[in-house]
Each structure stands twice: as C-alpha cells, then as structure tokens.
C-alpha cells in the first residue's frame, strides 16, 4: 500500500497505461492470424487489407508507448527498475513491429501456397500467438505485484507464468524449425528464389512474435529478483 500512495503523490502510475499497451499490442499480434488465412484463402485484397489493419494498430500502440513513456520521467519514484520497465516497453512494442512487419512482408509479392507449408503455418500461428497472450497476461500482473510490494504469493504465481511462457516458446521455436526444414529442404528447386527469401523473413518474424514474447516475461521475473 506505501508503494501505491508514494505513485499517488508524486505521479499517476505508469502500470495501468502499460497495461492498455499489452492489450493493444495483443490485438495487433492476433490480426495475424486472419492475414494468413487471407493468403491461405488466395485472397490477396483481403491480405492487403489485413496488412493495413496491422499498421494502424501498430501506430496506435506506438501513441500509448509513448504515452507510457511520457509518465516516466527520471525523477519519479518507482518500485522497479526504471531500465527494467523501459525494456519491457521496448519488448512490448517489438512485438507490434514484428506483426506490421509480417504483413508488410505479405505484401511485397504475391506468392505461391505450397501445401506442405499450409498445415504447419495453421500449428506455429496459433502457437506463437499463446505466446503473446502469455506474456499480457504477465504483464497485467504487475498492478497487483506493485500493490504487495512484490513480495508473498502473487510472485510465486508470476513465476509460474513466466516458467509456462518460456515452455510455449520453446514449442513454438521447434515448429518453427521444422517449418524450415520444410523450406528449405523438402520443398528444394519448386520453391521460387524471391518467394523462398520472403518466406524466411515471414518465418524469422513469426519466430520473432513469440521471441520479443518471451523477452517482455524475462524482464518482469528481474522484477521480482529485487
């Protein structure tokens, strides 16, 4: 309660606006999935478009960072790390990067579906964006570390979250691997070169979502290590 009346006095929180930042930043990851449906349907206005609702979201998280970032001046008092927190930020406005970058991706060239790359594609989004889900979920828990002082029961929950964040990316790293496999030896000479290059950008960004996921839940357990 002291950490919350110290926030009061000198500044508003910058928890509840980080917050809205997770939220935004989730919903920016999760046009993702419909994007690859467009491309999977060969409905590549739909992609256009999908691509465009992606950059817009983009731009409206990037107007709540800087929001976020606009209450942390060096002078206030926090109960964290002010570095710590900035990286989380950072972290959280990667993964919108990361989905506008896919989308921009789709929309370089029109490229062909190979099928041996459908069913794993419809495995590793939706697994990746379990990633992004898990870290907002953590970062929504900051407001109630910040109330018990980051101390007692509420840690060791976040703990486990942020232990259940690093299995889910490791399980969408080994889909993403072998999505590469796929790429790059199963579908050999029937792959064009300008489509084989795109593909792998749009597969590191894919891997990129669940990565920047799991560096924004790293940053929070260096919370509760203080």
């Not at 950059?55 to 008092?77: G, N, T």
């Not at 570095?83 to 989905?99: E, G, H, K, P, T």
């Not at 790429?183 to 064009?192: A, E, H, M, N, Y």
Request: with cysteine.
């Amino acid at each position: 309660m002291m950490v919350r009346s110290i926030l009061g006095i000198f500044a508003e929180s910058p928890f509840k606006p980080l917050k809205e930042l997770g939220h935004k930043v989730g919903e920016c990851a999760h046009e993702v999935g419909p994007l690859f449906d467009s491309f999977f349907a060969g409905d590549y206005d739909a992609v256009r478009s999908q691509a465009e609702k992606i950059s817009q979201l983009e731009y409206e998280a990037d107007k709540i960072k800087d929001r976020v970032r606009d209450k942390l001046p060096k002078s206030i008092f926090l109960p964290v790390d002010r570095r710590d927190l900035l990286a989380v930020i950072s972290s959280l406005d990667a993964i919108a990067d990361c989905a506008e970058d896919i989308g921009i991706l789709f929309t370089l060239r029109e490229m062909e579906l190979h099928d041996q790359m459908v069913e794993p594609l419809k495995i590793l989004v939706p697994q990746v964006l379990l990633v992004v889900d898990k870290a907002i979920e953590i970062i929504d828990q900051l407001d109630a570390l910040v109330e018990v002082g980051f101390k007692g029961e509420q840690v060791d929950k976040v703990r486990k979250m942020i232990d259940e964040l690093g299995r889910l990316e490791h399980e969408a790293d080994l889909t993403q691997d072998a999505l590469a496999r796929t790429l790059f030896s199963d579908l050999g000479d029937d792959i064009k070169p300008g489509s084989l290059f795109l593909w792998n950008k749009i597969l590191n960004k894919v891997g990129d979502l669940a990565n920047t996921s799991e560096k924004a839940g790293t940053r929070v357990r260096l919370f509760l290590a203080k």
